[in-house]
């Protein structure tokens, strides 16, 4: 989970120091693709007393794996006519920052938007009105 965090404020902390030199920055934030990169495989001889917990994940997992839906090479393809400008984001003006690809990636931002939307609004008592007051300001 820590990585989802750290390389998207790497991108936006690189957009910024870069935006001085007109070199832009775009994180690319990709749904699900049908490629072989999460395709099951194993490698060397088992461990022994791990019979359990390898049954487990052998019958568990695959429930939960969706196959992709994803081109990767439309996806690709999106992204190379966002950086040249051309394709399906002709006309549209400099990349953003942000670049969502698949819709299962958009669904994914759009629920997490909304809860971060719902925390702020809950505790938006919590977190206002934190200011020093102005004669401390001043001095």
Do not use: C
């Not at 870069?18 to 070199?23: D, G, H, N, R, W």
């Not at 997992?61 to 006519?81: E, F, N, T």
């Amino acid at each position: 989970m820590y990585h989802l965090v750290l390389l998207p404020a790497y991108g936006e902390t690189l957009a910024a120091e870069l935006e001085y030199f007109k070199i832009r920055v775009i994180i690319a934030v990709p749904g699900g693709f049908a490629t072989k990169i999460n395709a099951p495989k194993r490698s060397g001889r088992p461990l022994e007393g791990y019979e359990v917990v390898r049954d487990h994940m052998d019958n568990t997992v695959p429930k939960y794996v969706q196959i992709p839906k994803g081109d990767p090479a439309l996806g690709m393809g999106a992204l190379v006519d966002v950086v040249r400008g051309e394709g399906r984001a002709a006309g549209r003006g400099p990349p953003p920052l942000w670049l969502f690809l698949g819709e299962d990636s958009m669904l994914d931002v759009r629920a997490r938007v909304e809860k971060i939307q719902s925390t702020l609004d809950e505790w938006k008592d919590v977190g206002s009105n934190l200011g020093l007051p102005v004669e401390q300001l001043s001095a």
